[in-house]
C-alpha cells in the first residue's frame, strides 16, 4: 500500500458485513448488502479528497486469504458493473427526459397555430383544451427528468467511478 494515498477504512465483524443476509447463496454469488454501501457513501462523502485505498478492518481470527482475494475481485467487479449500469440508466433518462421536452413543445406549437389561426370549429376547439395542459405537463415532467434524475444519476455514476477506482485491501483491526 501506499502510504501517501488517502484511504478509506471500514470495521467489519466478518466476511458476511459485505453481503446481504437476505441471499442464501454463496458468499461470492451474493448480492453486496445495502448497509455496507451505504456505509461507504458515509464515508465518502465525509473526506476532502477521494480515497484510492479502500481497507476493510477484519479481526485477525476471521481472516483468510484465499476468501480475501475472492471478494476483492467480486467487489472490484461489482463496482464497475453498477458504474455502467449508472451510465446507462443516465443517458436513457436523459433521452426520455429530452424526447417528453420536446414532445411537450411540439403538443404546445399544434396549439398555437390551432390559436393563431382561429380555426373555430368544434374539434379544433376540443384539441385546444387537450393540448394545453398536456403540452405543459409534457414540458415540465420532461424538465424535472433532465434536472433533477440527472443530477441524482451524476452523483451516482461520481460515487461508482470512486470506487471502482480504489485498490481494496484487508487488515486486521486488532
Known sequence: MNAKAPELSLWLDDFDD???DFDSRHFLKRRVSEDF???LELALAGKEKPASNLILLLPEDKRSVEKERDIVTNLQQFFKNQYTRCLREH???FQKGLLLLL???CVMA???IISYKQ????VFQLLRVLMEPCGWFLIWIGLEKLYYDVQKHRKE???FLTLSKM????ASSE
Not at 485498490?167 to 484487508?170: A, G, V, Y
Open 18 to 20: 459485505i453481503y446481504s
Open 37 to 39: 454501501l451505504h456505509e
Open 91 to 93: 443517458r436513457a433518462t
Open 103 to 105: 414532445t411537450g413543445m
Open 110 to 112: 399544434a396549439d398555437f
Open 119 to 122: 380555426w373555430q370549429h368544434i
Open 157 to 159: 455514476i461520481a460515487r
Open 167 to 170: 485498490t481494496i485491501h484487508f
